[in-house]
């Protein structure tokens, strides 16, 4: 009996993940000039959840406008209401070196226009969601 209530424990725990990271990933493409290139792309090292492309305008020495290609790493996270730490400080160290280990094995195989890449976060606090853009960086 025990060990059914922790599978369906873990079995609401992964459909809700799914829901958030569905609803993430609408969330993004209402905002301009992304595009979904890839959904829980895994690799020997990590998973990561949504990889976009998004279009960004950029400033040029010379003051004027060029748009750039930007590919984004996305990592959703969900947190209780009251909970802890938000889904922004739940990203540490270790979860940082997974999404980069999966990051570079999708890197490895893309072949797309992308001049630059970064890694968000979106957190969903039981409310709303928010994203935080460039939440860290990887070592070249």
């Known amino acids: 009996m025990a060990f059914e209530r922790i599978k369906n424990r873990e079995t609401h725990r992964l459909g809700f993940g799914l829901e958030i990271e569905e609803r993430a990933c609408e969330w993004l493409r209402l905002q301009s000039s992304w595009m979904l290139i890839a959904r829980n792309f895994r690799s020997r090292g990590g998973e990561v959840d ?3 492309e998004q279009l960004r305008p ?6 004027g406008l060029q748009n750039r290609i930007e590919l984004v790493f996305v ?16 990203v540490g160290p270790a979860k940082q070196r997974h999404l980069a280990l999966a990051a570079r094995a999708f890197l490895s195989r893309y072949r797309g ?16 969601f928010r994203r935080m853009e460039n939440a860290f960086s990887i070592p070249e």
Request: charged share 25%; proline share 2%.
């Open 113 to 128: 226009r992308a001049q630059a890449v970064r890694f968000d976060v979106v957190d969903w606090d039981g409310f709303q």
């Open 58 to 63: 950029v400033t040029l020495p010379g003051g």
């Open 75 to 90: 990592e959703v996270r969900a947190r209780e209401i009251g909970g802890m730490v938000s889904g922004f400080e739940s």
């Open 50 to 52: 949504l990889i976009f």
